[in-house]
């Protein structure tokens, strides 16, 4: 192995210290204390888990955590009362509405529901717009870590040739916003970009967020680049014994870290940054709300 390991765990933990400082001076200084309320809707099993690891992170940091669960049967009028009695509530800076919903629930019309400036997934249609047209937004939380880690590991990305493997609305097209609003020539390529292996052998730095297991392998990497492994996929793992699993990214981490310059891993690369940057999001829309400077390096 060649690539230096991007450590997404350790650097998750320094950006929420750098959170908690700001927490700390608010609260000394302003006399306020940034809040979080999440939504859960519904019992599926990998959102209760997220939600439980995000309001522990957020009482850790020492924000305010607001839980708000919610049956599976709550019906849509219910949910958007919920969501305007949060909006108005000055003790809430953020507001996270746990994905998926119910089938029966109108996703798009749940996120727009929410006051842009508390949105801190950054999904509202108003803040997608604010980022699309270069100005002040909300972020959401994996590009924006990504975007992080990246800087710490370049310093300045300006002039840097950039592939986005992915054009999700979550984390494809807003990462190229981000990389784009840094200077970077970026690329947008999909599962029908042409002759795809060549495209991204052309990146200074490889953002792969496509949701296909070890998907891009090393032979598509040009040696020495950076690459940011997003995708987090489940496949059976028979050396482990009958029905077991392990985690894998979009890239084949052995041949790829033989060839790049830095590589994050899956699991402990890109995951831990997502909750690390949504409580950095909350303490930006609380600073916003009361007119304050936003935290400094925890925005983009």
């Known amino acids: 192995m060649t690539a230096q390991i991007i450590d997404g765990k350790a650097f998750a933990a320094s950006v929420r210290d750098k959170v908690a400082g700001h927490v700390a001076r608010l609260k000394s200084e302003h006399g306020i204390t940034p809040g979080l309320a999440v939504v859960l809707v519904g019992e599926d099993p990998a959102s209760q888990v997220y939600v439980r690891s995000k309001g522990k992170m957020t009482v850790e940091v020492g924000m305010s955590s607001f839980e708000h669960k919610m049956d599976a049967e709550t019906s849509e009028n219910e949910l958007l009362e919920l969501i305007r009695n949060l909006n108005n509530d000055p003790a809430v ?24 400036a508390k949105d801190v997934d950054g999904f509202h249609i108003s803040n997608v717009g604010l980022l699309g047209t270069g100005q002040k937004s909300m972020v959401p939380c994996t590009p924006l870590g990504c975007l992080m880690m990246l800087r710490d590991h370049h310093g300045s990305l300006s002039g840097m040739n950039a592939v986005v493997i992915g054009r999700s609305n979550i984390v494809g097209k807003p990462m190229a916003q981000l990389l784009l609003g840094d200077s970077c020539t970026v690329t947008i390529a999909h599962s029908r970009t042409k002759d795809l292996p060549d495209v991204v052998r052309g990146a200074d730095i490889v953002v792969a967020a496509v949701g296909r297991p070890e998907m891009v392998p090393g032979d598509w990497i040009r040696p020495g680049a950076t690459v940011i492994d997003v995708g987090i996929n489940r496949i059976d793992a028979p050396e482990k014994g ?20 830095a590589i994050t891993p899956v699991p402990g690369g890109v ?7 949504l409580l950095a999001n909350t303490v930006t829309a609380c600073s916003r709300a009361n007119g304050l400077d936003e935290p400094e390096g925890l925005t983009a």
């Open 271 to 277: 995951g831990p940054m997502t909750i690390a940057c």
């Open 93 to 116: 800076h953020g507001i996270l509405v746990q994905l998926p919903l119910p089938n029966h629930l109108d996703e798009d019309l749940v996120i727009n529901s929410i006051d842009p």
């Open 242 to 261: 009958e029905g077991k699993t392990r985690l894998v990214g979009d890239c084949h981490f052995d041949s790829c870290a033989e060839v790049a310059g």
